[in-house]
């Protein structure tokens, strides 16, 4: 079982650059594989970024790719997402999620190989 908490969501200036946060619970962390997901007023919730769960592999939506850097810190049961030259499209809710179980790869693009979510942090971006 893991609780996921985000935090670091902002208001921000196009251009600008903000760093989420995601703090989790549990002795387990380091064997769950973390994802970041966003969802826009009247959109479904896409993929951003994910990282696997020993920390050697990410995925990126083609949208963020070469802005957006995932991150994880075992030590501190946080995982990261380091967001630069932010634009108004990137305007959402953010949502860290953990994989179903430990040690699954899974879909790391897919929302549905994630079992545990938190409530969301509010990103806005102005142009």
């Known amino acids: 079982q893991v609780e996921v908490v985000e935090s670091g969501g902002g208001l921000v200036q196009a251009g600008g650059s903000l760093r989420l946060s995601c703090a989790a619970s549990g002795r387990t962390f380091s064997s769950y594989a973390m994802g970041w997901f966003r969802q826009a007023p009247g959109k479904e919730r896409e993929f951003a970024a994910a990282?696997?769960?020993?920390?050697?592999?990410?995925n990126y939506a083609n949208s963020v790719k070469g802005r957006f850097t995932i991150s994880r810190d075992n030590a501190k049961n946080t995982v990261y997402l380091q967001m630069n030259s932010l634009k108004p499209e990137d305007t959402a809710v953010y949502y860290c999620?953990?994989?179903?179980?430990?040690?699954?790869?899974?879909?790391?693009?897919?929302?549905?190989?994630?079992?545990?979510w938190g409530q969301g942090t509010q990103v806005t971006v102005s142009s």
């Open positions: 990282i696997s769960w020993g920390g050697g592999s990410t």
């Open positions: 999620a953990a994989a179903k179980r430990q040690y699954y790869s899974g879909n790391p693009y897919s929302r549905y190989d994630y079992g545990y």
